[in-house]
Antibody, heavy 113, light 113 residues
Framework: QVQLVQSGSELKKPGASVKVSCKASGYMFAAYGINWVRQAPGQGLEWMGWINTNTGKPTYAQDFMGRFVFSLDISVSTTYLQISSLKAEDTALYYC??????WGQGTLVTVSS | DIVMTQTPLSSPVTLGQPASISCRSSQTLVHSDGNTYLSWLQQRPGQPPRLLIYKISNRFSGVPDRFSGSGAGTNFTLKISRVEAEDVGVYYCMQTSQSPTWTFGQGTKVEIK
């Protein structure tokens, strides 16, 4: 069955970087793009962008240009989200999701001094 | 950009009774390919989002038939025929017609009276 398994929770200081992984299984990795979605504490869902798993080309939503980078390693069917220069307001759950409707379990990133 | 507006934002429901959530888009969601890419997601407390309905009215794998979707153009509805305790959570409508962007509604909280 299709599964997206994300890396564990992270606690980072302001100004640091974090890299979240999303490992896919149960389907041909290059068949579906991977989207990233942010959910701040107690808030709704916000689309961050997606990465084409065929070409590796990332597309970012307007609010996520600059400090956010999507990448992938096809050899291990894994997509990555890297956030640099972390701020307190980056504290959130980050989800990966395929374009066909499957979601990862979420990764909590907490930014605190 | 397309804006998705859900009503109500909160819906207290008696067990066994129906529930209905509306979603309106600021632009038509009819894609140039003739499909309408309007989905509904369920997020139970402490859980990641889960796809319930795609392309207005198609139930995703494993979704009980008490969930149904309807609508066209800019107006859409999710109905739960008889609410069960496991249906408590937040429901989001989501458009993917304006590819590759995903846009979510604000979410509707369904709780038991």
């Amino acid at each position: 069955q299709v599964q997206l398994v994300q890396s564990g929770s992270e606690l980072k200081k302001p100004g640091a970087s974090v890299k979240v992984s999303c490992k896919a299984s149960g389907y041909m990795f290059a068949a579906y793009g991977i989207n990233w979605v942010r959910q701040a504490p107690g808030q709704g869902l916000e689309w961050m962008g997606w990465i084409n798993t065929n070409t590796g080309k990332p597309t970012y939503a307007q609010d996520f240009m600059g400090r956010f980078v999507f990448s992938l390693d096809i050899s291990v069917s894994t997509t990555y989200l890297q956030i640099s220069s972390l701020k307190a307001e980056d504290t959130a759950l980050y989800y990966c999701a395929t374009s066909q409707g499957y979601w990862g379990q979420g990764t909590l990133v907490t930014v605190s001094s | 950009d397309i804006v998705m507006t859900q009503t109500p934002l909160s819906s207290p429901v008696t067990l066994g009774q129906p529930a209905s959530i509306s979603c309106r888009s600021s632009q038509t969601l009819v894609h140039s390919d003739g499909n309408t890419y309007l989905s509904w997601l369920q997020q139970r407390p402490g859980q990641p989002p889960r796809l319930l309905i795609y392309k207005i009215s198609n139930r995703f794998s494993g979704v009980p038939d008490r969930f149904s979707g309807s609508g066209a153009g800019t107006n859409f509805t999710l109905k739960i025929s008889r609410v069960e305790a496991e249906d408590v959570g937040v429901y989001y409508c989501m458009q993917t017609s304006q590819s590759p962007t995903w846009t979510f509604g604000q979410g509707t909280k369904v709780e038991i009276k």
